[in-house]
């Protein structure tokens, strides 16, 4: 079964900064997907970026990007420029790139932005 | 995307009791998911709801618990039944739109406070 492990319960970062939230992972399959999904107070689940395991270029979307490690097995999200609508909590997701979609997600890491 | 509809939104009800929560999509999806994500924690797979066929169930849950329906491509409800202030927790609805997109789309959830 695959696991997914986020070391830092709670971070905090000053609006402008930049801050990387970590996020190791677990699995014998070689083909899979990766996520960072937000989730503010309103516990809608959003999507922030996503990343192809047979893809070797870091995935970016605007002010976020990861770096991802596949021999490592690891998958940071960074956040540049940081915003007071960040402040969220955030999820990382494996999801196999075979069978269902069911995701397996980590603990979460509770992002505080101070202005 | 896919839009979710999920009610409702929060509950607050007595032990004992049941509530069935709906989720409706605005497109017809193969695969629904259920999770339940506890006070501060993360989101955990209840089970997976295909059209059709009877819905299955991860380790520690069990149908007379949750029973879930899925009656056509857009439209599935859960039920929390017999319930304790346990069972206090957010629920979401999940759905697969595999032709498209490789990410999840979730739901609003449903804050259930069980007194």
């Known amino acids: 079964a695959q696991t997914v492990t986020q070391s830092q319960p709670e971070m905090s970062v000053q609006e402008a900064e930049t801050v990387t939230l970590s996020c190791t992972y677990d699995?014998?399959?070689?083909?899979?997907?990766l996520f960072w999904y937000k989730q503010p107070p309103s516990r809608q689940m959003i999507l922030v970026i996503r990343q192809e395991a047979y893809k070797q270029q870091n995935a970016t979307e605007n002010r976020f990007s990861v770096n991802f490690q596949k021999a490592a097995k690891s998958f940071s999200l960074k956040i540049s420029d940081s915003q007071l609508g960040d402040a969220a909590m955030y999820f990382c997701?494996?999801?196999?790139?075979?069978?269902?979609?069911?995701?397996?997600f980590g603990k979460g890491t509770k992002l505080s932005v101070i202005p | 995307s896919a839009v979710i509809s999920q009610k409702p939104s929060r509950d607050i009800c007595q032990r004992g009791t049941s509530l069935t929560i709906q989720c409706q999509v605005d497109?017809?999806?193969?695969?629904m998911f259920w999770y339940r994500q506890q006070p501060g924690q993360s989101l955990t797979l209840i089970a997976t709801?295909?059209?059709?066929?009877?819905?299955?169930?991860e380790s520690g849950f069990v149908i007379d618990k949750f029973p879930i329906s899925r009656p056509n491509l857009t439209f599935s409800t859960l039920t929390v039944s017999n319930m304790s202030p346990e069972d206090s927790s957010i629920y979401l609805c999940s759905v697969d739109l595999r032709a498209v997109y490789t990410e999840a789309f979730f739901g609003q959830g449903t804050r259930l406070t069980v007194v």
């Open positions: 699995t014998s399959e070689s083909d899979y997907y």
């Open positions: 497109s017809q999806v193969t695969m």
């Open positions: 709801a295909n059209q059709g066929s009877e819905a299955t169930y």
């Open positions: 997701a494996y999801r196999s790139a075979a069978g269902s979609y069911q995701l397996t």
